[in-house]
Structures are given as structure tokens and as C-alpha cells.
């Protein structure tokens, strides 16, 4: 589901997103939809085309055009209220500011940090399912823009962003691989190594047949976070 839209950026891979807010959409996200540690992904509008038939058989699934996404991680939430610290006796309760003057309360938001972990590009089959055709982790070469909507991945959209075919080696079996970790240990965040670990903990969800060396992993994140921690 839709969660939100970019609002600013803070770098070329951290963006910040509001979360859509009371009639704003049909659906209104719950908190759960943009839980720390979420992944998340952006459609890269200057990949697509501007065609307007195009885009509807997009969104009727009737298009065989390849569809470009930037996938990142939530790792910061952040609430805006605008009338904390303004204490004073008002004239008007909750409920008549709200009836009264509906955008003093769309004032309020809800923010999340989105840091953007590598790309994907899916495909609609001429039998109408959805494929992953390529997939890369780290820095993107292109940027987001304002006002790109932010979309919440399920299970299996998360599977396919972290299993690789080597296209050189087509005999070996695809492999679960998690490239974006220097980009994650490379950023001076204090909550990053911890977003990590929660990453951790869903691919062993995923794959669980990888226990043993996704263990290895967390318990080397674990032992950084300590350290850092400790000073």
C-alpha cells in the first residue's frame, strides 16, 4: 500500500517521507505500515514514460514495461506539532479548531527517514505476472523526486531484492546476498546499526535455510553496536 510521499531530502540516499494523514487517501496507513525497519519502494519517475495510455495499462496490469524502483529501509519516525509549547487558554476546544479550521490540524504529521538501500526493475509478463529482472545494491546513480509516492513491500517483493542469479554463472542456484551492508556501516547514524540487526532478524524469517551465516552477520552488527555504544 501507498504510505506517504518524499517531502526534502537530507542526502542523494536519505529522504524524508510525511505520512499520508486523515482523508488524504482512502486507506490511511497504521502505524504498523511504517514500522521501524520497514522496507520500502519508490518508483524512479524519470525511468517511466510519460505516456498517459501507458500509465493507465500500468495501472490496469496490462503493461509489459519494465518498471524501475528504489528500495530503502525506514530507520526514523518523527511527529510535528505545531501547538506544542503554545500553552496558552484558547478560545476554541479540539473539536471546533477541527471543524472550524481543518488546516490548522493538517498542520500535524507524521515523518519517516527512508534510506535508500539499491534498486530493482519488475516487469509484467504477457500472462499477467509480476517479475524481477534485475536487481543492485548500493548507491543509486539516480535521485528521487518531491512528491514520489513511498510504497510499502511485502514478503515476497523483500525475497526477490535479496536473491542473486550470477548471470556469468548460470548453473549455480540464485544466492542470498546483501550487498547495501558497507553502504549501511558506512553512514554516521547511531540507529542504522540497529536497523541492520531488525533486517537481519526478517531475512531469517525469509530465508531460513541461511541461519548459519545470517547469524555470523548479526552477531558481528551486535558486537559493532556494543562497541559503539560503550564508546
Known sequence: MFIGKIVKSDSHINYVCQIYGPREVEVEPAPEDYAFGRFVRIAVRARQGDDPEAELHRVLGMSTEPRTYAV????????????????????????????????????????????????????????????????????????????????????EQVRAFHFFSDPDRPDEPPYLHMGYLPHIIAQRNSLLPIVALCIIDQLERLFPQNLSLLSIVKRNFAWRLKVETTG
Do not use: C, K
Not at 530493482?120 to 504477457?126: D, I, K
Not at 536487481?135 to 546513480?141: A, K, S
Not at 509516492?149 to 514478503?155: K, L, N, R, Y
Open 72 to 155: 530503502g529501509v525506514i530507520y526514523d519516525t518523527i511527529l510535528l506539532n505545531p501547538s506544542f509549547g503554545s500553552l496558552g487558554p484558547r478560545l476554541s476546544n479540539e473539536t471546533q479548531v477541527e471543524l472550524f479550521s481543518p488546516d490548522y490540524i493538517a498542520e500535524r504529521a507524521v515523518l519517516i527517514y527512508v534510506m535508500v538501500l539499491g534498486m530493482m526493475q519488475e516487469r509484467t509478463t504477457p500472462e499477467g505476472q509480476t517479475e524481477v529482472f534485475s536487481i543492485m545494491h548500493g548507491v543509486p546513480l539516480l535521485s528521487l523526486e518531491l512528491g514520489s509516492e513511498i510504497e510499502t513491500m511485502d514478503d
